[in-house]
């Protein structure tokens, strides 16, 4: 396919390549998602082999998640240093080598390693890159680019629940573990698929880095850090360049603390950090749970498929609603809706009584597992635009690991303590409905807050005699809008979407 033209209003291309892109992101988000969920099937026997409780197997799945998402903000540090096609293969390696070596372990701690730190850490290499190259191929096409891809994670849990069955039977754990090692070295062809791509800005970068290749690096961070962030004044970023070389400039270069000022960004942070104590816990004791009433092993590993495939069907309507021009301005609202949903599965599932009760369970949890992660990144970046959400992203991710690893081992502590499943299940669904409710009232807030700042500044410049008068204070006034431009791009969206619908009818 033909690259896309790099002229000077050169846009991402919405497709060719892209949908290429788009697999690539597919097999290496689902492997990064769907494998601490998928090696569930094999706890209750490595539990037996090893002699430990509940809450000791869980850590395995949560280190491994908790690694994934803490590490993001290396990988996205990796990525703007080396782009997002290496970091991906590396990623890759390092699953494979992190599960190979799991195969030989003799105590659950070398698990821990293994497969909490070593797998972990190469999911979480390909998770970020792949998030971010979409973000590069796709502009309005956008979210439903980002449903497809992350519609890998259900389709790979739903391929890995019966494979890790299969294997457990015919090899072993161990042999198992070597066979996973090796299907985990497909994310580094994943990763040779995302070709590097400029939207009009990079090929300029691009082409000033090589007229700048004798100058010295500083200088091309400088003009790197132009290029990507238009709001920059450049004068102003020369002057702080010089003055910028401690290390922490260094990290802020990739992380924007100053997020942690912005409203949007912190409620969706809130929410989302109560949200995830009980976002994962469900899921990684979905099949040890049917196998403690008593459901064979295969029909247990099924219960894993079912919620996937929902789940895989979930992820992309749920993309195609979001972006329609009804809810894509209301999306916040949307998001809340479904964590409390989820929530009330979670409430709901101790009535579940049998194997046909769990069913219904799987694909009501399916269908709000799917909305919920459908939904998850787009609305950050609804909240903090396109230029900040490399950094937003990497910052959500390191909050967010501290209640990842916490949510399943709290549910396996609640398991050992009652001998009862339901009360880890009634303790996740509370959380979340609490977590949803608080996304809602909060979103709420926020629009109608950014509604009132953008009447102000409106009546500020259409008011010619405060204009006269308060000139300076206005050009300071508007060196802070331009920092906090993307806070109002969801209203930019909703008045553009009324003068549509008003030049329709």
Request: hydrophobic fraction near 45%; glycine fraction near 10%.
């Amino acid at each position: 396919p033909a690259m896309p033209p790099a002229g000077p209003g050169a846009s991402p291309p919405d497709g060719a390549w892209g949908w290429v892109v788009v697999f690539g992101a597919f097999v290496s988000i689902g492997f990064a998602y769907a494998f601490p969920k998928g090696i569930a099937i094999f706890f209750k026997e490595i539990q037996d082999f090893f002699g430990t409780s509940y809450s000791e197997i869980a850590w395995v799945s949560s280190i491994t998640l908790a690694t994934t998402y803490g590490a993001g903000p290396i990988s996205s540090i990796l990525v703007n240093r080396y782009g997002s096609r290496p970091v991906v293969m590396l990623g890759g390696l390092l699953c494979g080598i992190g599960m190979v070596s799991a195969a030989f372990c003799t105590s659950i701690l070398q698990l821990y390693i293994c497969v909490g730190f070593i797998t972990g850490f190469g999911l979480a290499l390909n998770l970020q890159p792949s998030v971010i190259i979409i973000g590069k191929y796709f502009l309005k096409r956008r979210p439903i680019a980002n449903g497809l891809a992350m519609a890998g994670s259900p389709v790979m849990l739903c391929t890995l629940a019966p494979l890790n069955q299969f294997l457990f039977d015919n090899f072993g754990w161990r042999g198992s573990f070597l066979i996973l090692g090796a299907v985990l070295l497909n994310c580094c062809v994943a990763g040779a698929l995302f070709r590097p791509i400029g939207v009009a800005k990079e090929s300029v970068k691009k082409q000033m880095i090589e007229e700048e290749k004798e100058a010295p690096k500083e200088e091309v961070t400088k003009v790197s850090i132009e290029m990507s962030n238009p709001a920059y004044p450049s004068a102003e970023t020369k002057e702080e360049e010089e003055e910028e070389k401690g290390c922490c400039e260094k990290i802020n270069r990739y992380l924007d603390f100053s997020l942690f000022k912005h409203r949007g960004f912190l409620i969706y942070l809130i929410g989302n950090v109560l949200m995830f104590l009980g976002f994962f816990a469900p899921i990684v004791f979905l099949a040890p749970y049917a196998k403690h009433i008593g459901i064979d092993e295969y029909s247990a590993a099924f219960l894993l498929s079912i919620l996937a495939i929902v789940d895989m069907i979930a992820r992309p309507a749920t993309g195609i609603i979001a972006n329609s021009k009804w809810v894509r301005p209301r999306i916040q609202y949307f998001f809340s809706f479904a964590i409390a949903f989820n929530g009330a599965c979670h409430l709901l599932c101790p009535l579940a009584s049998g194997y046909t009760g769990l069913v219904i369970y799987s694909i009501f949890f399916g269908l709000a597992f799917g909305m919920v992660c459908a939904m998850l990144f787009e609305t950050l970046m609804d909240l903090v635009g396109a230029a900040q959400f490399t950094s937003a992203v990497g910052l959500v991710t390191i909050v967010e690991c501290c209640t990842i690893l916490l949510g399943p081992p709290i549910g396996g502590t609640l398991i050992d303590t009652f001998g009862d499943y339901k009360y880890m299940f009634i303790k996740c669904g509370a959380v979340m409905v609490l977590a949803g409710t608080f996304l809602f009232i909060m979103n709420y807030y926020n629009y109608h807050m950014l509604a009132k700042e953008e009447k102000e500044r409106k009546a500020k410049e259409e008011d010619p005699k405060i204009v006269r008068t308060e000139n300076e204070g206005r050009s300071n006034w508007n060196k802070e809008t331009q920092q906090d431009g993307p806070e109002l791009e969801p209203l930019k969206d909703e008045r553009e979407g009324l003068k549509t619908e008003v030049n329709g009818t």
